[in-house]
């Protein structure tokens, strides 16, 4: 069980640099397309947000921010957006997957620019979903099955 | 929609698959239902599929409106449509009838059960109907990652039999991949109709040969081809009864398929003798798998090595090359998985009855004559008894055999049928013949269990007399022009 | 002189070699991430050439010659997360193991669940 920790200038550092970190994830998201970053990147960052909290103010602290049912879930919704978004490209007369086709009121280059950022926003849901439940699965002490 | 049936088989069951969590926050018991309609739908997609390129030939369907070469292919022609229905269909059958059994093991969690189980059938079908080396691998993957979930969800010994097929699985894709990127390294290209036709090119440099043996031994370990089974027997025996319900009949055939595809469409490596030594691979592992099964006395790791051996006959099969020999093969795929869906299923009904995994526990007979009846049909296609399927994969893979000269091999395929002989026969005996259980509890297995069972059985029967239809329409001209 | 191909080559039989040797199955573990990366290592050294660019558009001037291949990044970024997800289920199922039979030695574990089988409690 992951204590609080003891020190003040560890909780104030997290208590500062958590939105921030956050922020950046939602940077790297959105400029996936023109540098280094995307979908799976910003998600390891957001994820890791969560886990740093944790680390500093003690596991229970995530039980408050997260609930791990509705984590799961909305990980899965995360992928779900992906694969939705692939089939509204099929809605729009194109084959899965293709986003110039998706029923947006914008040129074709800039409905691929969409569907790109529909299908990251997607992943990073998912990816930092997985890192908390991973984070909180395997932290507990559980008694054999 | 009918434009859209090569992506269907994967997309319903990824659908599917995400939408159990969602629907598990609402209900814990509509996630059965959900997975058996989604199976059901992916399966209806896939004979939909099988007749559609029946009619009108090979479909090709370009993912994201890139064309191949650059963008990635899903390709459905007589050879995928039809490994796509076995898949499907056997995944519904083994879903609805390991329903009472998922839900006697993982009461309230079931889920999370069937969200693996369709992210593995999603894989298992992507890898089929790829047409792109390098997303066969990341199917294979999603396929491989939810297997080892499956496997490990058992606890206990099922953890450390997990942990073993986690590595061996691992060196196995990794191995996959590494034979891709030395093909690719070699054309500059992962589609696998591009490839199929500048490889002859390239077949001077020592690449070709390092990547024909890392992506040979890679899906060889997936397949499960002895010596390179050792996960095997471990995962089976000590997952859950619905998991090796699921995986067993299905997980490995998709590794054959794409073995066949690489080997005969793809590669097709002249003056290596890469077919031969398949042959005699698939030859060892008949007679070793058989023998092995003979002497246990966990059911279920007998019908684990017995799995061994008949993957044996898949790579015989694929090895000689020659038409009857190919259609051999691919019919044994069907009827294997039919078969070995059905024993398991048998042996989930014994486990959820309270019957131990031993053979000496298992009678199920008396009390319970449908599903030891079943049993018995699955049992006695194994061994190839006509009418059942069993026998027809046989007969015609010992066709092959002889047509191309290999009296040996005709030898090994004749010694794997005694080799079944015994050790189905006691498997039958302890379902006849075993101990008595004890008098009380319900007099059948459930009905959705005994449900699909039945159509199991049914379906080995089936496609063994149906047989000549199938060979003609379906798996002839998957075999054509590639035969020898 | 193709130096950067023998310490992928070095890193797989590394990796290969600490997967079947070691008996503690954390050390396999790792073994098999060393493994994968050693592969991911092999592709992207397929990507390199010389006084190449990174492979991002900008302005008018686009001469593929001058960009480095970016399809064998794009892969990789795949493998890695593959790589992710399978140290994750080894390490889940690690975890497990430890907890429900106090040893990651193989040997001991191999004992502990052959006395389990024997006498299911």
Redesign the interface.
Known sequence: MIERHASVVVQTFVRVLTPLAQLFALYVLAFGHYSPGGGFQAGVILGATYILLALAFGRDILDRKVNQPVCVALGAAGVLLYALTGVAGMAGGGTFLDYSRLPLPVTPVRARYFGILFIETGVTLGVAATLIILFCRLGEQESNR | MRAHLPILPVLLPLVGALLQPLVGLASRHAAWPLAVATAAATAAAGIAGLLDVLARGTRRYSVGGWAPPWGIEVVLDPLSAFTVCVIAVVATLTLLAGGPSARATYEGEEPTYYSLTLLLVAGLLGMVVSGDLFNVFVFLEVASISSYALVASGGGPALAAAFRYVVLGTIGASFYLLGVGCLYALTGTLNMADLAARLPAATGSPLFGGGIVFMVVGLAVKMGLFPLHGWLPDAYTRAPAPVAAVMAPVATKAAAYVLARVLLYVIRPEGLPVGTTLAWVGAAAIVAGGALAATQVDARRLLAYSSVSQMGYIALGLGLGVQDALVGAYLHILAHALMKAALFVALAAAVLDGRGPTLRALRLGSRMPITGACAVVAALSMIGVPPAAGFFSKWYLLQGALAAGQPILAGAILGGSLLAVVYMYRFTEAVWFGEPRAAGGPPEAPMPLLVGLVALAVASVAVGLGNAALVSNVLGPAAAGVGR | MNYPYWVAVGLLMLG?YT?IAHRN?LK??VG?TI??TA?IL??LL?AVKRDASLP?VSGADVDPARFMNPL?HA?M???I??MV??S??????????Y??YGSLEEDV??ER?AS??ADPA
């Open positions: 290969l997967m199955l396999k573990a098999m493994f994968q592969i092999f592709f397929l991002i064998p892969l970024l795949t493998a997360v593959v997800a399978t994750g289920v080894a390490l889940a199922i690690l975890i497990r193991l907890a429900r574990i191999a669940v389990d089988e």
